[in-house]
């Protein structure tokens, strides 16, 4: 008996001289390597975003549409493709993502290709699914030295099931026909401080592929 209370004695007197710790060296201003220490002892709240959908497994096309050829030149349309197929790979396990040389072979190969429907184009990359991309906004002036206003890329998200079969497997999703909108902007200044078009529209596309990137897979943020 006289054991057991000798060792909560301790464990007491020990957890009193962590929490001491612990404020010294809150008080101290460790700065983030004392978050990180918390973090790593599972001290620091974490706040988890779930995904808005999970893709299926299986191999993923990423088709970028510009129906209405908002986006001049088309580098960022193109820049996409690679950012989101990095972010997939990286945040949400999927390990295989059409590339811009599989598509440019299928345009170069299918002289319908743009002219055929997304699901007929996800089977012809050998996709099990597409995340199909409507560009419905594009702003971004091409005289980067005369930038005033902030660049806005805005898309519509859809997810696409190209292994179906009848048309009311072919929508995965979201339910609304219009798709799930998605805009990015990046400020004047960083327009500016780009050395060429190429590189703005590359930076535009990398902040978009994060966006939606984000859409397919569970986030965990410190507080």
């Given at each position: 008996m006289m054991r057991d209370q000798t060792v909560r004695s301790c464990g007491a007197k020990l957890c009193l001289l962590?929490?001491?710790?612990?404020?010294?060296?809150?008080?101290t201003g460790?700065?983030?390597?004392?978050?990180?220490?918390?973090y790593t002892l599972?001290?620091?709240?974490?706040?988890v975003i779930p995904a808005e959908y999970k893709l299926p497994p299986g191999p993923?096309?990423?088709?970028?549409?510009d129906d209405r050829d908002l986006i001049r030149p088309t580098t960022a349309r193109e820049a996409?493709?690679?950012e989101l197929a990095k972010q997939l790979k990286e945040n949400a396990q999927i390990e295989q993502v059409t590339t811009?040389?599989?598509?440019?072979r299928l345009r170069r190969d299918d002289p319908s290709f743009e002219r055929r429907g997304v699901r007929e184009l996800g089977r012809a990359a050998k996709a099990d699914t597409v995340i199909w991309l409507t560009t419905t906004e594009f702003s971004l002036n091409s005289d980067l030295e005369m930038v005033m206003s902030p660049a806005r890329f805005t898309v519509a998200v859809r997810v696409i099931n190209a292994k179906a079969e009848t048309a009311d497997?072919?929508?995965?999703?979201p339910t609304e026909?219009?798709?799930?909108?998605?805009?990015?902007?990046?400020?004047p200044h960083e327009i500016r401080q780009c050395k060429d078009l190429k590189e703005a529209h590359q930076k535009i596309a990398a902040a978009m592929a994060v966006e939606v990137a984000k859409l397919f897979y569970e986030q965990k943020i410190r507080e």
């Open positions: 962590s929490i001491g710790a612990l404020a010294l060296l809150a008080a460790c700065g983030p390597d004392f978050g990180a220490w918390l599972g001290l620091y709240p974490t706040q993923v096309m990423v088709l970028v549409d996409l493709v690679d811009n040389e599989e598509l440019a497997e072919v929508r995965l999703w026909r219009e798709g799930r909108l998605v805009q990015v902007q990046i400020s």
